[in-house]
C-alpha cells in the first residue's frame, strides 16, 4: 500500500502539533520515524489508521482518502493489547474472528502464526503466564495474520528489555521479509530504525517538520550497526543527545529535554 501524506497539519484546539508534513512511502516500505517525545509521531500513526483527522491536507492510502478504521491498516502498540482471558492462541484467532473468519479455521491459522514467531507450545497459555517479549510475540501474531496492507507500529518493542528487543526486531524483520507490507515504525530507539528501516525520519519538537530524511535502502543489516556509526551520531545529535566522548555541553542536551517536558505540562495545563 502506498501512503501519500499532502500538506498534512494537526492541531489539538490551540495545540500546533504537526506543520505541513508532505511525504510519500512507497509499497513496501519501512520508514522510521523518530523525534522527541510530544512531537506528534503517534498522531501520525492515528491518523492513517483513521483514529484521527488532519486538520489540514490529506492522507492518500493506495491513492483513496483515508476515511476511518480500516483492517487493512493496522496499528500496533507498545502496551500489548492482549485480552488477559483469552489464551494466546484464542487472542491471535480472534483478529479473524472479527473478519467474521470460521472459528475452527481461525484457530488452526493462529496456531500456525504463533508457530511462525516462535511460540509453539504456549498456544494454550494466558498472556499473564509468558514473558512481555512472549506477548509482543503474539501482538505479532495478530498483527500479521489479518495479512495488513499497511502496519503502524508505535514503540512496538519499548517496553521490552535490550535483547529481548533485538529478537523481537529479527522476528518482525523476517515477517515483513515474508508478508510485505508497507510499515510506519514509530521508535525512541535510534538503533532500531537503523536496524530495520528503509528510510528514516528525523522529526523536530512540536510542531513537527522533517529536519532531516536518512536513506538505509541499499544496505543489508545485521545489529552490527558500526558501519552506520556516522548516521548515528547524526541522528542522536538532531535529537539533542551529544555524542562527543567529551560531553561538555551535555546539560544543554538534557535542558532542551527539560523544556519540551515543561512545554507539555504547560500545553496539558
Ligand atoms: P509523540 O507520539 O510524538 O510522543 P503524540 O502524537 O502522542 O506525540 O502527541 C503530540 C502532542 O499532541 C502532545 O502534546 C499530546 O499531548 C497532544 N495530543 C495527542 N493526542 C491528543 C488528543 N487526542 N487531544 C489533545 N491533545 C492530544
Ligand atoms: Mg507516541
Redesign the pocket.
Known sequence: MKISFKNIAKR??G?E?IKDFSRDIDDGELVALV?P????????LHMVAGL?TASGGSILADGQPIRGAHPERMLMFQENALYPWLTLAQNVALALEFQKKDKQQAHRQAVEWLAKVNLKGFEDYFPHQVSGGMRQRAALARAFITHPKALLLDEPFGALDALTRMTLQDALRQLIREAGPTVLL?THDVDEALFLADRILVFSP?PATVLKEFNLSQHEKSHDLSEFSAMRREILSLLGINTEADAADAPQALDAVRSLDEE?EA??A
Open positions: 489539538f484546539s495545540l502539533v523525534g517525545s510530544g512531537c506528534g509521531k503517534s498522531t501520525l484521527e514509530v512540536r507539555e500545553a496539558v
